[in-house]
């Protein structure tokens, strides 16, 4: 019933290849429809192309280029098991552009990432065409090989945490949020990581009176809010996070922190 507000195409693999040491794949894809302005922040239903597993993988943008969408997963199942023998050149089944984006109403914004919740923060940092700066934390230094080129001079300042000190400041990502928003002056914070780094950093926002969004993560079966397995409750009542999200202000969805 909504499916002509989106495509749905085989698009062509361009490349695919493991771009970080811990089973980080990215995904370059030609849908063959125009995907600028596909907000940041939306994400695509893809097909798992070896015919064998049912439901579509959700996976977020992370860049566009033309008729190009940049997708990054990390191999953590069946699925994406599968989903990383797929050759450059073979078709995929693409449904998307889904659910809703970041808002791009502020001057000063602040990004944060935590693990593969960095991947869509970079056409989020791009959209902002450098005003961005950045917070990222990976476990160990050797996971952040993959973002660090990536926003490589996409943002205007990079914030690095690992939790075991082995590059920039140690400790939690959440953590050292403070002195940052102290030392700045931003008007807004994106957030995409592990739940448990969200609601800290969506309180930590509202203590400073900042806006903030969150994008959230959660099992989708279909995508397009038919399915209903992904409906979370929010302070204006039960939602979806496929198509009311997947982006939502930090106090809709964190109220009870």
């Not at 693999?13 to 302005?37: C, M, Q």
């Not at 191999?75 to 599968?82: D, S, V, W």
């Not at 950093?201 to 993560?217: Q, R």
Request: net charge positive; charged share 20%.
């Amino acid at each position: 019933m909504i499916l002509h507000k989106h495509f749905l195409a085989d698009g062509a693999i361009i490349r695919h290849e493991k771009i970080g040491a811990n089973d980080v794949y990215l995904l370059d894809i030609d849908i063959f429809t125009n995907a600028e302005s596909f907000a940041a922040g939306q994400f695509v239903q893809l097909q798992v192309p070896d015919g064998e597993i049912l439901l579509r993988r959700p996976l977020s943008i992370a860049d566009v280029s033309g008729s190009r969408i940049v997708l990054i997963y990390r191999l953590i199942g069946k699925g994406t098991e599968r989903l990383a023998r797929a050759a450059v050149g073979s078709k995929v089944s693409i449904l998307g552009p889904l659910g809703t984006g970041f808002g791009l109403e502020c001057k000063r914004p602040l990004l944060v990432g935590g693990g593969l919740g960095i991947a869509p923060l970079l056409l989020l940092a791009k959209r902002f065409a450098g005003q961005a700066d950045i917070l990222m934390g990976c476990k160990n230094a050797a996971q952040m090989d993959w973002p660090l080129p990536l926003f490589k001079n996409v943002v205007k300042n990079t914030f690095i945490t690992t939790d075991d000190g082995s590059m920039g400041m140690r400790g939690f990502t959440a953590e050292h949020l403070p002195k940052i928003l102290a030392e700045n002056s931003y008007d807004k914070v994106f957030v995409c990581g592990p739940e448990i780094m969200m609601k800290t950093v969506a309180k930590i926002t509202a203590g400073h009176k900042i806006a903030c969004e969150v994008s959230l993560e959660k099992r989708m079966a279909c995508g397009l809010g038919a399915c209903l397995s992904c409906t979370i409750e929010t302070r204006q009542g039960r939602k979806k996070v496929c198509k009311d999200g997947p982006v939502f202000n930090s106090t809709e969805v964190f109220f009870d922190e």
